[in-house]
């Protein structure tokens, strides 16, 4: 594929993707700035992730470290990376320097050593925190009751700045089947907010994905990752 053609593809799909996002917030209510469009380039080469920033779209995320920081490498400096996958504790280092958001952090462990190597690193580290509010065994993140109980352990963090909370709602047909998942992060978060204090602060909501997102936004949303939407059928493409 030429590039302009590319380039009227990605262009088009993502007109046709802002006018669903600017529906759902009308229809909730709220303002289209509150919403960080995230657009996910995990299966697609660097040459097509880097039509995205022309298009005026900063924010790309990535589902593994190391395409990350290929794609990093590969893409101006401009760009916000946020790692959405599993980060394990031995490509933390490498990581750090590179990503705008950390969306994945499941456990306390990984907490510790992101604190360890950021105070190392001297590079503060925006992080939201994962819960897994669909209650399936298989998927990663801190159970939706065991948040509350380690707030005084995150709260002790100096490097690692929490941010907000991400989730992923169980795979469904019907994007309504995600709304419970949704509200309830959103209730964690009304909840929990007031006991966070600086450099600490439960401003964001990852969630809503190119099946849900507009569910995800009518519950409170403010950052959606998108990447089929956008992505669909060019993972071939080499642009
Ligand atoms: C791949 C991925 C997305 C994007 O999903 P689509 O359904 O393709 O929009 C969002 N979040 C995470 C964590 C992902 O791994």
């Not at 299966?43 to 589902?63: H, K, M, N, R, Y």
């Not at 593994?64 to 980060?87: F, I, T, Y």
């Not at 964001?204 to 994905?209: D, F, N, T, Y």
Request: net charge negative; hydrophobic share 45%; aromatic share 2%.
């Amino acid at each position: 594929m030429i590039q302009p053609e590319l380039r009227e593809i990605l262009n088009n799909r993502l007109a046709a993707l802002e006018e669903r996002i600017e529906a759902a917030c009308r229809r909730a209510g709220r303002p289209r700035s509150e919403i960080t469009l995230v657009a996910v380039t995990k299966s697609v080469t660097a040459s097509v992730a880097a039509v995205l920033p022309e298009l005026g779209v900063i924010d790309l995320g990535e589902s593994r470290p190391q395409e990350l920081w290929r794609k990093a490498a590969a893409l101006s400096k401009d760009v916000h990376w946020h790692l959405v996958g599993h980060l394990q504790r031995n490509k933390i280092t490498p990581t750090l320097p590179l990503v705008h958001l950390i969306h994945s952090v499941d456990s306390l462990r990984l907490l510790a050593a992101l604190e360890q190597d950021a105070s190392k690193q001297q590079l503060p580290v925006a992080v939201l925190l994962e819960v897994n509010t669909s209650g399936e065994l298989q998927k990663h993140g801190f159970a939706v009751d065991e948040v509350p109980t380690v707030v005084g352990e995150l709260l002790a963090l100096r490097h690692v700045h929490i941010r907000g909370l991400m989730t992923m709602a169980a795979l469904a047909e019907d994007p309504e089947r995600s709304r419970p998942s949704f509200a309830s992060l959103r209730e964690l978060r009304d909840r929990l907010s007031r006991d966070f204090e600086e450099p600490h602060r439960l401003e964001h909501l990852s969630m809503g994905m190119t099946s849900d997102f507009e569910v995800a936004i009518e519950e409170g949303a403010t950052v959606i990752r998108i990447g089929t939407a956008l992505f669909e059928g060019l993972s071939e493409q080499a642009a």
